[in-house]
T-cell receptor
């Protein structure tokens, strides 16, 4: 069955430190992969997406993600976290039609 | 401005009182869907629609109905709401059926069923 897994429920990093949020997918073929961010009380904002081609994709707000087929992963990274990055992050994967979301990773940022 | 709108944004109701949450998009998208978001469970799809008069169940359809009479609108109907339907609901749309375009999400509707 198709699935998207985010192994970390909650991560805390210090402001200015680097960040990596993990996402693993299980699909028969290469899925379309997305990262969304949800700030408290807000809707979902698309950070970046991968369809094909270059496996390193750049997104908004300084985020990037790398698609690794051998590891079935699509981890989200940022070199230096800002306090405003505190939010919940969702990885999602889709084939034809539907998106399957991971359960989310809540990011807290320490001053 | 391209957007997905939902109404109401907040709703408190009682068990058994029928309600409808409206969703409208102005991007001429064929594909629309409804999700519910619950803590620790992420977003789960309730229903989706690939075009007018074409709808199908998602992962958690029990207790919900939808209709797609017009391309722009995709209302979510709870005929007899129950407390376990207390949740945050998102409507989304995207264009094309095979195109892997991003889904555009509405602002969410927070529903409380007492």
């Amino acid at each position: 069955a198709q699935s998207v897994t985010q192994p970390d429920i909650h991560i805390t990093v210090s402001e200015g430190a680097s960040l990596e949020l993990r996402c693993n997918y299980s699909y028969g073929a290469t899925p379309y992969l997305f990262w969304y961010v949800q700030s408290p009380g807000q809707g979902l904002q698309l950070l970046l997406k991968y369809f094909s081609g270059d496996t390193l994709v750049q997104g908004i707000k300084g985020f990037e993600a790398e698609f690794k087929r051998s590891q079935s992963s699509f981890n989200l990274r940022k070199p230096s976290v800002h306090w405003s990055d505190a939010a919940e992050y969702f990885c999602a994967g889709g084939s034809q039609g539907n998106l399957i979301f991971g359960k989310g990773t809540k990011l807290s940022v320490k001053p | 401005e391209a957007q997905v709108t939902q109404n109401p944004r907040y709703l408190i109701t009682v068990t058994g009182k029928k309600l409808t949450v409206t969703c409208s998009q102005n991007m001429n998208h064929e594909y629309m869907s409804w999700y519910r978001q619950d803590p620790g469970l992420g977003l789960r799809q309730i229903y989706y629609s690939m075009n007018v008069e074409v709808t199908d169940k998602g992962d958690v359809p029990e207790g919900y109905k939808v209709s797609r009479k017009e391309k722009r609108n995709f209302p979510l109907i709870l005929e007899s709401p129950s407390p376990n339907q207390t949740s945050l609901y998102f409507c989304a749309s995207r264009d094309g059926l095979a195109n892997p375009n991003e889904q555009f999400f509405g602002p969410g509707t927070r529903l409380t069923v007492l």
